[in-house]
């Protein structure tokens, strides 16, 4: 074989396999955020059916659906994503299969011609007449080792025809593996897009219940930002309290101790890893300014996160600290203030404590239950703080 094609033959592999790899790495990702949406999908259909035992269509389950809508289009575009690096695969593994049939049908070929070269000459007869046809001694011993090599040449050739064989036959196997992979994904996705138009029907249904009920809703919303307000000042007070007590005096700087300071600095350090308050749950409502879930040309404010999760489930400390407040907001709603250092986080929306004042909490420590309505929405309200500066929960916890 000419050398610089057998170079060539060999930089294409290479080539091949370096984006088989790559494939292969971001095929694993792909198929880890996928099986990670479908657990968080199956969760929220969970949380869906426990707000409809109800009976009565809910804010919380249209958040929980927009929330489910939203996933299900991640889960779509991430199974077309995954079809995308499979169907690179699959191109990958018909080129190496083209270019093993030609190296086949090239040594093939081959093969047959040194077979039949040696056929005719490695007959004991015509063994002698080759050998004895020879001008002189020297050139007798040359023919003997050159048809020694064939002999060598025949085997060797015979034995890369098989590995090649059985390389073909490994590559196709994967090729059929790609090919039902392929077609399983494709089945997935069809049953996903499907499942999110049910879930769109469901949503516009909702919606337009929804709307009829509007006195309702924007009388309830009312209730909402009253008790909002009401637990948005208790905690400034709070937290304003705990910051004064460290500064006795206006002109003097605000101090924290070496512990304080330490701990601050874990605290910060865990930024965006911090576990969840809660043992399972999705984000159903997010923090800041946005538009009304129901109501048209109505925007809401939320200081945190509302966390959507099962009944009967706890609220957990998010990183070790002190309990500095345990604050009633309503009958159903007690909240609980936990110092970090110079940081805060707050958990409201608890019908049960388990801890008091000047406790000792550790991380993903249990402090309490959550209240579950009777529209049967288990919610935590959850909110950082950095002094008196509001921070956005989200950026915290981990992505999970």
């Keep these: 074989m000419n050398i610089h094609l057998r170079y060539l033959i060999v930089a294409i592999s290479i080539l091949i396999f370096s984006s088989a790899l790559i494939a292969q790495e971001s095929a694993k990702e792909l198929e880890e955020k996928r099986k990670k949406l479908e657990t968080e999908i199956e969760y929220t259909n969970q949380l869906i059916k426990q707000t409809q035992k109800s009976k009565q269509s809910t804010i919380n389950e249209l958040k929980l659906l927009n929330s489910q809508i939203s996933k299900r289009n991640e889960l779509i575009a991430t199974l077309k994503k995954e079809l995308y690096v499979l169907n690179t695969k699959i191109e990958n593994t018909e080129i190496s299969l083209k270019r093993l049939n030609d190296e086949l049908d090239k040594l093939k070929k081959e093969y047959a011609r040194i077979i039949s070269f040696a056929y005719k000459h490695q007959k004991a007869h015509n063994k002698l007449i080759y050998l004895f046809s020879a001008e002189d001694l020297n050139q007798a011993y040359q023919r003997l080792r050159y048809l020694d090599q064939i002999s060598e040449y025949i085997r060797n050739e015979a034995e890369t025809i098989r590995i090649k064989e059985k390389n073909k ?87 924290l101790s070496p512990e304080e ?39 809401v404010k939320n200081n945190g996160i509302n966390i959507s999760t099962s009944e009967k489930s706890d609220a957990r400390s998010v990183f070790k600290g002190k309990v500095v407040s345990i604050a009633k907001i309503s009958a159903s709603n007690i909240a609980v203030i936990i110092n970090h250092g110079e940081y805060f986080t707050v958990y409201s929306n608890l019908d049960m404590v388990y801890v008091k004042m000047g406790d000792e909490v550790e991380t993903m420590q249990a402090i309490g239950k959550i209240h579950t309505s009777l529209k049967g929405n288990t919610e935590l309200h959850f909110q950082v703080w950095k002094g008196k500066e509001i921070q956005n929960p989200s950026s915290w916890i981990s992505k999970n």
């Design 169 to 255: 036959e490994a590559e196709l196997a994967m090729y059929y593996d790609q090919v039902a992979e392929k077609k399983n994904l494709l089945n997935t996705q069809n049953t996903q897009v499907s499942a999110l138009e049910r879930e769109q029907v469901l949503k516009d249904d909702i919606t337009r219940k929804l709307t009829g009920k509007e006195k309702q809703l924007r009388a309830e919303l009312r209730a909402k930002e009253n008790e909002t307000k009401k637990l948005d000042k208790k905690i400034a007070e709070i937290i304003a309290k705990e910051i004064a007590a460290k500064q006795p005096k206006k002109d003097k700087e605000y101090t």
């Design 261 to 299: 300071l330490e701990l601050s600095s874990s605290f910060i350090s865990n930024k965006s890893k911090l576990p969840w308050p809660v043992e399972r749950g999705i984000i159903s409502e997010d923090y800041g300014v946005h538009q009304h879930p129901a109501l048209k040309n109505v925007k």
